[in-house]
């Protein structure tokens, strides 16, 4: 593994495995959250806040930068925190901390806005492959699945409070996107009835809490702080 651009505190395997959408083929997706050493951002040149690799597929994110991510309902950065414990790979006391708050950074607006955004791109998506073609149209009910995915945790949210990341049926979402790849109309449709129940009365607040997030912020700042005198000219 690529060496991590700070202390990471939180790090696990998300996407289509977290999911149980996965295949024999499928890729393993990491997201984590780092801290920058504290003296660092106060520096003229900030220390770059998200970093990305390849081999292994691995996002981490500047610990600040996660938090507005998942302030503004962010579905991918807002998984991170609603793993099954199996599937945490770094769990830190801060990180531990940052689970624990989790129900601080979701808000009605934010979830409705964000996960029928992100829904809305798989279907933009979806619509300009050429399904006549096997690999296009693969890549087409990859688009559908996580358009049904995301609209499943947009509801399942805004009614309980809770983050569904593992799906109770994955089949469900592999056979519902086979039909929409056949017919995009049918996505429409789910967004239309997604939208009419994010619409409705939920359990969220209308926006989130950012106090919890402010403080732990803070916490993690002061953790990562380590003196170093000036230089000094001879």
Known sequence: MSTAPGTVLLSGIVGSTAYGLAHAGSDVDRLGVFAAPTEDIHGLHRPAESHVTTAPDRTLHEAAKWCRLALAGNPTA?????LPDE????RTPLGEEL????GSFLGARAVRSAYLGYATQQLRKLRTRDTSDPVTRARAAKHARHLVR???QAVHLHESGRNLVRLPDAGR???LGERIVEDPARAERLLAAAAERLDRPGVLPDRPDERPADAWLRRVRAAHWTHRPP????
Do not use: F, G, M, S
């Open 87 to 90: 599937l945490y790979e770094v």
């Open 231 to 234: 230089d000094t000219q001879a």
């Open 99 to 102: 689970i624990a708050i989790r």
């Open 78 to 82: 807002a998984e991170l925190v609603w």
């Open 173 to 175: 979402v592999r056979d």
């Open 150 to 152: 995301l609209l499943d």
